[in-house]
């Protein structure tokens, strides 16, 4: 048996000029924070912009943008969700916020099926929010979107450093295009995280603050562009070109 | 309609196989749609000539043999396999987020025995390539 979906990835994304996965290795490191503010800021800077939420069993950039969920349109495939300039696509426009327990082959065939029907048409990027860890999807990522460049996140706690130095190992090891190290919840003027970049020679991206205005913020896009963490981000996007 | 989507995805990795098997002309697919994925096969034949680039001698002429696959699962906690009825076990919203996503049947579907969302989906998921017919390069 042949599963065909793969087949038609590199077309579907022909249009789309660059890819960046934002990942770290664990969850509650604000992937999801950056990775929307990332899109958004770069909507609003004129970037033709999509945004894919990887995280399949935990979705939730449909509630950081404010995204009205329901099942897409469709025509010759299915269209992202447009929330403010941005293009979004989320396994939860067909499950809302029923919980959907997936492992192993369920996550790598979901994830197929929705790179192989969505249609992004003409971007000039598109945000991936990946989930946390090494796992599935990650691996996927890698074999089936292998022009992906990687911003990592990570935080100034010590145990998100050890999490995210195996992230940028593997990465490595995978020869992964690694755009930059980015530490997300920075407090005051010490930065921790700057030391895992220089012992991995990685790009020293300019830093997020701990920031709490944002969740006052959720689901309001507008509000979402006034905050410094946007501000900081928008400093990623303007460096990144 | 997304089931043109999957047709492309069918034609392309027809093409993608007949080339790496040195075929010069495709003369018969068989194309096996589970039954989550709720496409009717006449529907998905209508797709696949629809989406097949007539240019394209190596599948212009192509037959296509499209089958639905009964759903199969096997709950993994009690080890026992069951066929969900999905007319009577997932409503219709539930039915349309199968139909795009076929992995969504864990957040609708339950082990009858043990009520479990921990299935295997043995059978019956969504669309794929069974055998591949055509004429070799000689």
Known sequence: MIDPRA??????????????????????????????????????????TGLFDLDLTSPTDHVILGAPM???????????????????????????????????????????????????????????????????TALDAMRYLPRCEYLVVSTPSIVVRETVRRMVQLLGERHASILGLVENFQSGDVAPSHELAAEFQLRWLPGVPYDKSLEAAIGDVAGLRRTDAAKAVGRIVDELG | ??????????????????????????????????????????????????????????????????????VRLRCRPCNREYAPDLDTEADEHATEAIHFVPELAHAYLRCPHCDSPDFDIVDGRGVTLGRIEGEIDT
């Open chain 1, 70 to 136: 329901g099942f897409p349109s469709e025509e010759h495939g299915i269209d992202p969700a447009m929330c403010d300039g941005v293009r979004l696509m989320s396994i939860a426009m067909f499950s809302g916020s029923t919980p959907a327990p997936l492992r192993g082959a369920a996550l790598t065939g979901a994830l197929l099926e929705l790179l192989a029907i969505t249609r992004w048409g003409e971007l000039d990027l598109l945000v991936l929010d990946m989930p946390p860890g090494l796992g599935d």
């Open chain 1, 7 to 48: 087949a038609i990835i590199g077309e579907r994304l022909a249009g789309v000029r660059r890819i960046v996965a934002v990942t770290g290795g664990k969850g509650g490191i604000g992937k999801s924070l950056v990775s929307c503010l990332f899109a958004t800021v770069a909507a609003e800077r004129g970037l033709r």
């Open chain 2, 1 to 70: 309609m997304h089931e043109y989507a999957l047709a492309d995805a069918v034609i392309a990795a027809v093409r993608e196989t007949a080339r790496s098997q040195r075929m010069s002309r495709v003369l018969q697919v068989e194309v096996r749609i589970g039954q989550l994925q709720s496409i009717r096969p006449a529907t998905f034949e209508n797709a696949l000539t629809a989406v097949r680039p007539a240019s394209d001698a190596l599948v212009s002429s192509t037959e296509f043999s499209v089958v639905t696959v009964p």
